[in-house]
């Protein structure tokens, strides 16, 4: 099994979505998603609204998006916080 830390993986995507034209904003989350025929429409907590063709929710186990949309979780989360360095595999509970 390969684990590739996730702070890695952010700042690849990060980097090629900026390279497209994007802008990454963090501390901004989703507080309303409505879907018409051919678009979504997002409300974020800073009070901007968004709309789009689609939305990707790629905000773990406890998912504002799924929740949003009214499906629930298939499967479970783990409570446990894991910490890997230098190969050295680690669970750590709260």
């Not at 409570?79 to 050295?88: E, I, Q, S, V």
Request: charged fraction near 25%.
């Amino acid at each position: 099994m390969l684990l590739v830390a996730q702070w890695r993986t952010e700042a690849v995507l990060c980097a090629y979505f900026e390279k497209l034209g994007g802008t990454v904003e963090y501390g901004i989350g989703l507080e309303r998603l409505s879907q018409a025929e051919r678009s979504v429409s997002v409300t974020l907590t800073n009070c901007e609204t968004v709309t789009a063709a689609y939305v990707v929710g790629c905000d773990g186990g406890r998912s504002a998006t799924r929740k949003a949309i009214g499906l629930s979780l298939v499967g479970e989360t783990l409570d446990d916080k894991t910490m890997l360095r230098r190969g050295l595999y680690r669970n750590f509970r709260d």
